[in-house]
C-alpha cells in the first residue's frame, strides 16, 4: 500500500529559496614590489623562492576569478624576472584564469617584465613604465688601491675569471664580453614583450626597446599599457561593483626567518646584517637606492 501510494505521488518540483544570489567573485591581489634579486642580497629583494608560494596561493583561492598583480618595482634580475613571469603564466594556463597588472610608482625594466605575466595591463597617469633594455653598473677601485699602496693579488685558473674585477683595470675585452650578454639578455627581453603584448603595440622596436621609459598616459599611446586605472576600480568594472579583493600576505615570524636564514626579512634588522660586514650593506644599500633613483623616486 505505501510503494503504490508513493508510486501514484506527483514528482517533487524544487524552488529556490528567495533571496539566496550567488556568491561575490573573488580576485585574488599579489603584490610585486621592490627590486627584483635573488637571494638576500637587497632588504626589498623580489624573488621565485619569496613569491612562489603566494602565487600559489593566490590561483589556488576558493572562488577565484582572476589574479590581480599589483606592481611597483624597477627592475633588477633578469633571471629572477623570468622566474616570476614563468610561474604566474604556468599557473594562470593550468588554472584558466585571467591575469591583471597594476603599476604603481613604477614598473620599469624587470618591473614591466613581471607585468607582462598579465593578460592585460593598466597604470596609473603618473606611474612611471617600460625601460626595456639591460643595464650593467659597477665600480672599479684599482686606483685608488694604488693611491692607498695596497697591492692587488690574484690567482685565477681559467684566462675569463677574473673578468670585471673591480680591483683589476678594465679590460676592452671584458666590455666586449658584457656587451654580448647584455645583446642576448636584452633579446630575449624583447622577445617577451613581442609574444605578450603583441598587435597592441603601437610604436616601432627603436622607439619601444631603447631602454627609454614613460608615463602611464604615454605608455598607453604605446601600446605597452591597456589602460589607466587601479586595481579596485577595474577589477569593479570588469567582475561587477561587489567583488570581493582578497590581498595575500607572506605568512611569517621572526623565529621562522631566522631558522631559514633569510635575515633580510627580518622585521627589525637593517641591511647591513647580522655579520658586521658594514661596508657591504652601505654598497647594496646604495645601490637599491640608486635603481629607485633612476626614476625619480
Given amino acids: 500500500m505505501f510503494l503504490s501510494t508513493l508510486r501514484g505521488t506527483p514528482p517533487i518540483s524544487w524552488v529556490p529559496f528567495i533571496g539566496i544570489s550567488e556568491p561575490a567573485p573573488v580576485v585574488a591581489v599579489l603584490r610585486l614590489g621592490g627590486v627584483i634579486a635573488s637571494g638576500s642580497r637587497f632588504r626589498s629583494g623580489l624573488n621565485l623562492s619569496t613569491i612562489a608560494p603566494l602565487i600559489e596561493r593566490a590561483f589556488s583561492m576558493r572562488r577565484v576569478s582572476g589574479v590581480a598583480l599589483v606592481i611597483n618595482s ?4 633578469p633571471a629572477q624576472s623570468a622566474l616570476i613571469c614563468d610561474r604566474i603564466r604556468s599557473w594562470a594556463a593550468e588554472k584558466k584564469k585571467p591575469v591583471f597588472a597594476f603599476t604603481e610608482d613604477v614598473a620599469a625594466s624587470g618591473g614591466y617584465w613581471l607585468a607582462c605575466a598579465a593578460d592585460e595591463i593598466y597604470a596609473n597617469e603618473n606611474s612611471i613604465v617600460g625601460s626595456i633594455g639591460v643595464i650593467y653598473g659597477g665600480f672599479g677601485f684599482h686606483e685608488a688601491l694604488e693611491k692607498l699602496g695596497v697591492e692587488r ?3 685565477t685558473s681559467g684566462d675569463k675569471k677574473s673578468i670585471l674585477d673591480p680591483f683589476s683595470p678594465q679590460k676592452e675585452s671584458d666590455i666586449r664580453r658584457v656587451k654580448s650578454l647584455q645583446k642576448e639578455l636584452h633579446g630575449n627581453f624583447k622577445a617577451l614583450v613581442r609574444e605578450r603584448r603583441g598587435d597592441r603595440l603601437k610604436a616601432g622596436p627603436r622607439t619601444l626597446f631603447s631602454g627609454e621609459f ?6 598607453l599611446d604605446l601600446g605597452l599599457i591597456d589602460g589607466i586605472g587601479d586595481v579596485r576600480s577595474v577589477m569593479r568594472k570588469k567582475f561587477g561593483d561587489k567583488v570581493q579583493l582578497r590581498l595575500l600576505t607572506k605568512r611569517q615570524t621572526l623565529l621562522s626567518t631566522l631558522r ?3 635575515f633580510s626579512a627580518a622585521p627589525s634588522l637593517d641591511v647591513v646584517g647580522l655579520g658586521g660586514d658594514i661596508a657591504d650593506g652601505l654598497i647594496t644599500a646604495a645601490e637599491e637606492r640608486l635603481l629607485w633613483n633612476r626614476y625619480g623616486l
Fill in 260 to 262: 631559514r636564514g633569510d
Fill in 153 to 155: 693579488r690574484l690567482h
Fill in 74 to 77: 624597477p627592475g633588477g634580475s
Fill in 214 to 219: 614613460w608615463t602611464g598616459a604615454a605608455a
